[in-house]
């Protein structure tokens, strides 16, 4: 079983949607968790950075983290077809002096007009 | 800006061939690193530079792959004896290695690697 599991997808909504995207991970030392954006043929951009369990938005974007059921989420508004990518969650242990990242496999998203 | 680049963006080799892969990180990051994302996966950590030395390379999947920082900038990634399993895209990513884990990761476009 990986550390971190993710839903390949692919997801396909209408411009306009609320997507949700998750992951779940096994390791409970994770303390930090990411969400990254990869378009086709380029390296991924970090998009959100959360530390522990709780909510951050920023803009249309909002990731959420429930440690204790060891779940990651993020939620994108008025969804754009500039969103198709492919999103990927990342965890980090805490204590960390370094960043080696555990990502899962990447959900693809679709956005049609 | 200028972000982080990688040389070849594409890369064919034959099986049992040596190639080498190059990472130009963000001018001023201390700390590097190498991943590999196989086809339809999120990226595999391969290994961690902190200035010149590798603190970390506990991801290179066995002796064949290498990787060197000479002069604590440019980073290549060596394979030798490329086995058709290495097929993927490796990505390098660079920090300001200033604020350990929570530092933010840039990552290059990546090298495609197809061994035939």
């Known amino acids: 079983q990986k550390e971190v599991e993710q839903d390949p997808g692919p997801l396909s909504v209408p411009e306009g949607a609320i997507v949700s995207l998750n992951c779940t991970y096994s390791?409970?030392?994770?303390?930090?968790f990411m969400w990254y954006r990869q378009y086709s043929r380029k390296g991924p951009e970090l998009l959100m950075y959360?530390?522990?369990?709780g909510n951050k938005e920023d803009g249309r974007f909002t990731a959420q983290v429930d440690k204790s059921s060891k779940y990651i989420s993020l939620f994108i508004r008025d969804s754009q077809p500039s969103d198709s990518a492919t999103y990927l969650c990342?965890?980090?242990?805490?204590?960390?002096?370094?960043?080696?990242?555990?990502f899962g496999q990447g959900t693809i998203l679709t956005v049609h007009p | 800006g200028a972000g982080v680049s990688q040389t070849p963006s594409n890369k064919v080799t034959e099986k049992g061939k040596y190639v080498e892969l190059r990472c130009d990180p963000i001018?001023?990051?201390?700390?590097l690193y190498w991943y590999r994302q196989s086809l339809g996966q999120g990226p595999e950590f391969l290994i961690y530079?902190?200035?010149?030395?590798?603190?970390?390379d506990s991801g290179l999947p066995n002796d064949r792959f290498f990787a060197v920082r000479p002069e604590g900038s440019v980073s290549t990634l060596k394979i030798q004896r490329t086995e058709r399993g290495d097929s993927a895209v490796y990505l390098c990513?660079?920090?300001?290695?200033?604020?350990?884990?929570?530092?933010?990761?840039?990552f290059g476009p990546g090298t495609r690697l197809t061994v035939l």
């Open positions: 990513a660079s920090s300001p290695g200033t604020s350990g884990g929570s530092d933010t990761q840039y």
């Open positions: 990342a965890t980090l242990p805490g204590g960390t002096s370094y960043g080696k990242l555990t």
């Open positions: 959360t530390y522990s369990s």
């Open positions: 530079f902190q200035g010149t030395g590798a603190a970390d």
């Open positions: 390791n409970s030392a994770f303390q930090y």
């Open positions: 001018s001023g990051h201390t700390a």
